[in-house]
């Protein structure tokens, strides 16, 4: 359940830094505001979980400071959220990429706030549109999300000489497969037989070792490579490119 700032109850929000002084100073900053209740604790699964469940919280607060890692915060993120998944998630940071965006979303966050950019009136209120269930973005972040609609699994599979196992072909009728279109659908999309289709599919089982679609899709899942979409000529959906 999350907890909602109301008049007798203020919102739980916690604040997690690895830099000490800085989490004193933004702890100090919001406590400022009636409407918080404001705890911080070290930047670390451990300590994160115990705050956690010795003060619950509505909103967390993950700063990924000049001293912290990206990779490792984006690992303690995504551990909070698998253990604490009723909390609303913000990672504050300095600056971002399209990694670090689709990896923290994938992770868990409900927004990314940039420090750099911004004041702490702002800052509240992305705690307190967050806390009410919406996503905090800016258009650029929110591109790199939007982006990821229009890819599709793919399949880059090589074998210990860096050569290629499958062709552009078959890794275009894998990705359909793996959205789940069937082989007259998938003959539709490519501008093919249905025989050519079955003909792909046979050749990729043999190469993958797999018998079934299934295993053809769980394979996708766990190997695929996903890539920007392009229009394949001849056909209408959008595919990657070859």
């Known amino acids: 359940m999350k907890l909602f700032a109301t008049a007798s109850l203020p919102l739980g929000v916690l604040v997690a830094d690895s830099n ?13 505001h009636a409407e918080f209740r ?18 619950p919280a509505g909103v967390a607060l993950l700063s990924l400071n000049a001293t912290a890692n990206a990779q490792e915060t984006i690992g303690i993120l995504h551990r909070f959220h698998r253990s604490h998944p009723e909390v609303s998630k913000v990672l504050l940071v300095e600056s971002f990429d399209r990694e670090l965006v689709v990896s923290a979303f994938r992770s868990g966050v409900r927004g990314i706030f940039s420090l750099a950019d911004s004041n702490l009136r702002l800052l509240c209120k992305c705690i307190s549109r967050v806390a009410a269930g919406q996503i905090w973005a800016n258009t650029e972040q929110l591109n790199y999300i939007l982006d990821l609609v229009s890819e599709v699994p793919s399949l880059r599979v090589f074998n210990s000489q860096g050569a290629r196992l499958l062709t552009p ?5 894998v990705a359909l497969v793996a959205e789940g279109l069937s082989n007259r659908q998938i003959a539709a999309e490519l501008n093919l037989s249905e025989h050519t289709i079955k003909k792909y599919l046979f050749r990729t089982f043999e ?36």
């Open 20 to 32: 000490r002084i800085e989490a004193q100073l933004l702890t100090g900053a919001l406590r400022r």
């Open 38 to 55: 404001v705890t911080h604790c070290p930047l670390d699964t451990a300590s994160i979980a115990q705050a956690a469940n010795a003060r």
């Open 169 to 173: 072909r078959e890794e275009q009728v």
């Open 207 to 242: 190469k993958l070792g797999v018998s079934t679609r299934v295993e053809l899709v769980l394979y996708a899942v766990n190997n695929g490579d996903p890539r920007r979409a392009e229009c394949l000529s001849g056909g209408n959906r959008i595919l990657p490119s070859a």
